[in-house]
């Protein structure tokens, strides 16, 4: 499958995320200081309102470099790397009109892509070091879902559902299950977990959806028996409507399975989940052995940046409110 | 200026969409089902976990046009319409594996946008009939600040900042003002404005930032007295630092414009707003004539949407915790 | 079945209640006031440190008939009446010598009582018309599960599950379905089903519980295949460890049952169910047909009462604190 | 004064316990199961639905011994031993015919027996050392107000008031001082103190009700003044009209009395008392020497216990929502 | 008894308040002005930070009057008129230098004027037509006691216990009973009360304090029993050591002064008085014949009043913050 | 300038605090034990409801000295010291009558002035080591602003705002900057500033206002560069139509001073300031040299203190709720 946009074009996006897809009064600031004549090397900081992990860094100066010139001067947190509130993250040095309409683009990446690392990372914490996926592309519009899931693994998570989520994060390929839809479509959980199992790569982990149609305890027992030791897991994913996976659910089905004598099959636990349900699992030692998490990731929100001139032509100035000339901050590294 | 993907390039996106973009599940249950030879026509339900606006149905009706066929069957609410929990927004009976792998990137434009829509008629509502700006896309991903920004108006708000934003929504032009970069760069406020009355095309109305050097009620007379009855408002954006624009500011930089002969230059408010504050400002009768509003709706949480099967080859079914059958809803209307 | 004690030996009891079971500073009362040759016909006021309904009051004259005289008096509420905070309730006129050391038994059975009966009210009104049956005696001490069930029958319960609680309360027959016990030795639902059909009178209705094995809804369709149009309905009393019986679940319950075309089966909701539950599934329009309620009644705190000396020979009198005379209260009837 | 009913008759409560105060669904199992000819030998645990101590244990292991055959297996907890939440306290091994209908009483005797230690053992604690007595019996039905007492003793208690409670707990005689019925009558405390100083037996302590008629401290002098070195203690129990017992007025009362002389006459506390007002006065270190509780003992919530079938003819089994099996517990002991 | 300062020498108190009482700051503006030869009309606002009732108009007017000069102009609120939120409570025109070091004795009056004339509104208006006597000078530096006093009646009160509060307040006599130390001192309630009767001018009526020695009840039994029907009324005064005065004594007191025949003795109830506590009295319908109110009225918080010129020979001018020019406010009328 | 009254003519206010100031019922109490011929040597305490700092006891001491002969006996805590709930801080021994009307002024002193004392420690506290100037008498009665100040540095303010103030504690002069209302009349913060260094003394340290007409940061600047070195600081002093001075404003306004080179110059933070903002400046290290605070100090509510007659003529006696006999305090000292 040829891959489409917006990953390809990467000198459309440039010119897309400075022209269509920037507030319109940088265009128009552009026009008015050029109509004026004036333009001024500055130092441009872009700090964070709050704390947590910096992501989008990459991706900002990846954009910074396609429209800067040599002489310019970015420096940069590393991406994933925490930073506190009002941290300066990425600071331009460059004249004005060479990057001023960008800064739509600039703080947007900054701005998502650190809210999503930031949320992975307290699911991750939470999960007491066991493996954490992210699969909520579903819940955010598809432009952004696989850069999402790359953010959330820069926040620790070790797996996400899109291919190209994964590709962007570095990894081999996407995690996934089966969807209750393909099991509705069979009939039959067995039946559609022996058909996944005869038809699927052999490096895709046999995860058996066991929810669908019977009590997920009777229905592991059912799959485990038919699918034997090639089946990694069974996975609870129990509606809201039926309380959500409960602590003693995965007890149980776990008891339930090592009395029937398959220690092996893993329990993977996904529906709803948040950061304060993850550690009420892990404080009553559920025997969990991997989550997936959605929304609590996907629905992140964004850590508002700024982006404020520091000095003009060498020389320290701010608006009101802040202080003139760019704070030192030794964790910023030379990035162009 | 030539205009970049991603609005370009349709083919390309539903390709995207429905691999790199797609949850790799579906795919998964896709060659199962194809490698076992089984397809089947089903009614796929789509609904909300939560009470809203409808938003997102246009973009998801584009992509499923451009993969069915003729034959199968698509209603929906319409664009913007009020939603009830758990309401059926829209609803496709067509053979599973034509639209399967698309229930990412479908679920995910209802997701964001109903998300985005809602938060905006909440606060259209707070401002009681007064304008609202939507400028917060400098806030969120550059990939979807545009998508954000239509949501926005389908919400409510009368304009935006970007102008793929304006240009999805149908508006004639973005709004916008000027960035405090600018007038720094200039120096001064009122020779940043004089600059920018001096080239800025006769349509862009003369809205200028107060707040940069001076306090918002000295820099206002001074504007007010450079400009002229050219001026159509003054901008007040006070930074948090400073305490955000308070109700009083707002009373008294109207009454000092009042009392200088004044009279017709608007007061423009942002910085932080939230419904809750504009509630406020409404309440206290503050003399605002028009608000911009940025986190609070650009940050709204997606609301989470949930494709369901609910017949196959004309039976009801549906997973443990749904009831079978396709619900009726008569608001829904045939759209494909 | 020859029925035991307590019930049997009143006179037995009488003793036991004024003596064994009485608090012993009212013996010592009842012997330093004959030692000292004084005795005087006093008023004594029974009331209630709360409102709700007073109970037990048909027990109470019972005892008191069995050691009053001729010429004392007694008046009371009747049985079940509603009472009001502080209200008098009981009121005895004779010579103290003659119950003083009942005051123990006395208090004790409108306590416990009228504690019962309100709760059940409560319960009985959030079911808003629906039949509600006790079966708590198993929470409490098995010397007063049935008076408890007769309590609950005064406040509006429709049924008890003990034999002796529903003589007590003049029904006909005690309610219930069947034990988890019994189908787990049966190893089937289905098949502990039929033997139950099999072998029960023809006036025990069939309510088969359907969450001892499988899920509730695939239970619920098993066994009403398996019954037929004898069944008159599925209990559901989902444990507690699976979230308890939610309002999806019953609607999902009522709705296959329906497509299957068992629309004559019942729902009986129980497990952990409280006034506020109870509250929660009709504000959702659950379609429950009868709720079974334990804990939420035979848990119910005591409603304190006090007996106060308020005459003396005629004369008002009053400790401390309290107003001295017997209170009017009109609407207390003459008893014995 | 010859002992009633309930507690003589043995073999009559048996019968009663297992016919008239036991749940008709028991019944109904057991002769559907004999109908069927079916029988099995099973495990069954009682359980805790809450932390406490386990009371009730000694009462259902009598029960259990008068039904139960030599070869079955019974193991509990010690009476008044800690219980964890959901801790066995009781394991039977038997023919599920010889005991199932006796689940009922089984598990109540544990529910509000341990119920009312636990209560007890938290007032116990907040104490802090000083005797806590339980006369709360004239607030519960005077069945079980006996019970109740001997409960509480096992919770740690030190006395109680019926004469049935302190039987069955041990004790040589019940404790109590005087009924404020007995000071009215008198028309005078230090009258009514009198007679009873001259007609109660040597081993009757002389504490006297000191707030019948006077304020507590004036009277306290005029008692401790009449009766002399006989008097043991001045009960405090001033009603809630009055505001309760204070922590200033039990020192001002000890003050007083030791002003006047009378350091060796206690100060009883009493009325309306509570773990955490006495605490209360605990922390303010009122010389108070002994508390009398009712209310929040008697009224103690019972804690619900589950009696669960874990084997049958040795198989691991369980109901959903529990693991299959009878769970460890190393403290459970053979009983008989 | 003579009378002595602060309220005789009037030309005195005028010095004081622009000297020795002034922030310094105003005596450095007045020094810095002269100095520089400048002085200027100002229209001076003093308005309140919060709603209540102005008081201290009157006195801060008679300071104006020693100060100003024919040809200023003074105008004000009523004494005791309801004010708004920052409303406009008195204004002056006059030269600056005329009255400028007058501010903090100014303000001062106003804010501790108004603030316990607010207070004691609250109280009156929650005694719903019962009155209210101010009687906490004692918890004030004596200076302002009297002062408050007059505030309190400004504010509803209908009796104050000071001589010299009352005569501010243009009340015939100040209200009161008798301490607690006299009738220590006397040794017995009875036998103060009688020298009292005895000693007293007619006019004084007799109240006598129930609380000293004896219980409430008891000792308004025996006080009114020796008094005959020159006893005026009871005061309950409860210490809070004893849980003050309750609803339920008040009652009771009541109820045993009218079974003894004396209907017409009145209940004054005192001791820790709140609004909050006369609500709840009033809602239990509880028989007091007159409240007298300490703490809740003097310690009420000042209500900070701010003085802020508005205009300048004529022409509207305001600090930062302050809109220029006096605001309209009908209701102030010309005094001065 | 002469100093006025109150502080001058002290046997004038010997006489007013026993009579016009006093309540009423005190001068009947005397009146009463005169005319009965009655008079007891008493020793009284004056103890506090609450903790905190001790002051007035200097004031109250005085007025006793005025009234008490030879052979009387004060012991008090030292002015300033700890109290402790309930501790006694003055007792008195003489004859009842030679003290008793004086009840109300020596309550009032203590009540007043330890509540401003106790708050100041608190505001003190809260600045950590950073000098706080009261100056808020102009919140309160000008008859009793000084005593608050005095008060104020009692609690360990090193400066206040009135010279009475500062004479009766001690310090050699008041603290004070300028008014607004100067500012306002030069028509310039700069022309005001230049004026005020012009004619003050030069004992008076330059200390500028600089929110008058222009945002705190430019007019700080603006004042600097005028005035030099003899510049001693800026009072930030931003009102809360304004937001109130922030911890972000302080920031900004030392780095922009620092940046012109203007480091000695100090910044003096006013304005509604509470403990609570002040612990968050220093939680922030907001580089603050001086915090003045008004209405936190001046509206401190009063600490009730209550006077009791602990013994007469040598022996313990108390009112009901108390204990008989002066509690032993090893803290209190003879001081008449």
């Known amino acids: 499958m040829k891959e489409a946009t917006p990953q390809r074009a990467t000198s459309e996006l440039v010119d897309y995320f400075g022209g269509p897809a920037s507030d319109i009064y940088f265009q128009r600031?552009?026009?008015?200081?050029?109509?004026?004549?004036?333009?001024?090397?500055?130092t441009m900081d872009y700090f964070s309102s709050g704390a947590g992990?910096?992501?989008?860094?990459?991706?900002?100066?990846?954009?910074l470099?396609?429209?800067l010139?040599?002489?310019?001067?970015?420096?940069?947190?590393?991406?994933?790397?925490?930073?506190?509130?009002?941290e300066t993250v990425l600071r331009v040095r460059a004249p004005y009109s060479r990057f001023g309409v960008y800064e739509t683009a600039l703080l947007g990446m900054l701005s998502s892509c650190s809210g999503w690392a930031t949320a992975a990372r307290e699911i991750v914490d939470a999960a007491a070091g066991k493996p954490v996926i992210s699969y909520g592309a579903r819940h955010i519009h598809p432009l952004v879902g696989p850069v999402m899931?790359?953010?959330?693994?820069?926040?620790?998570?070790?797996?996400?559902?899109?291919?190209?989520?994964?590709?962007l994060a570095g990894l081999k390929a996407p995690s996934g299950t089966m969807p209750h839809a393909m099991i509705l479509i069979f009939g039959d959980t067995v039946t559609a977990a022996k058909a996944f199992d005869a038809h699927m790569p052999v490096e895709v982990p046999r995860i058996v959806l066991v929810d669908t149609f019977k009590d997920e305890a009777e229905e592991s027992l059912r799959v485990a028996d038919a699918i034997g030791n090639r089946l990694r897991g069974v996975r609870l994913?129990?509606?809201?409507?039926?309380?959500?996976?409960?602590?003693?659910?995965?007890?149980?089905?776990?008891?339930?399975?090592?009395?029937?004598g398959h220690k092996s099959v893993g329990i993977y636990v996904s529906g709803?989940?948040?950061?304060?349900?993850?550690?009420?699992?892990?404080?009553?030692?559920?025997?969990?052995?991997?989550?997936g998490v959605g929304m609590a990731i996907a629905a992140a929100r964004p850590i508002a940046f700024t982006a404020d001139i520091k000095e003009i032509a060498g020389k320290?100035?701010?608006?009101?409110?802040?202080?003139?000339?760019?704070?030192?901050?030794?964790?910023?590294?030379?990035?162009l």
């Open 69 to 86: 010139k040599s002489g310019d001067d970015v420096s940069a947190l590393a991406e994933g790397e925490p930073m506190a509130e009002r």
């Open 149 to 167: 899931e790359y953010s959330a693994i820069i926040g620790g998570c070790v797996g996400c559902a899109t291919p190209r989520g994964a590709a």
């Open 272 to 291: 709803g989940l948040t950061a304060e349900r993850i550690r009420e699992f892990e404080a009553a030692k559920a025997p969990v052995d991997s989550y």
């Open 53 to 63: 992990l910096a992501c989008g860094v990459a991706e900002a100066v990846r954009l």
């Open 29 to 42: 600031a552009h026009d008015t200081l050029a109509a004026a004549g004036i333009d001024a090397i500055v």
């Open 65 to 67: 470099g396609a429209v």
């Open 237 to 260: 994913d129990t509606p809201k409507e039926r309380g959500h996976v409960t602590v003693d659910l995965v007890h149980e089905v776990r008891a339930r399975l090592d009395q029937a």
């Open 316 to 335: 320290p100035i701010a608006k009101r409110g802040r202080i003139p000339g760019a704070a030192q901050n030794l964790r910023l590294r030379r990035v």
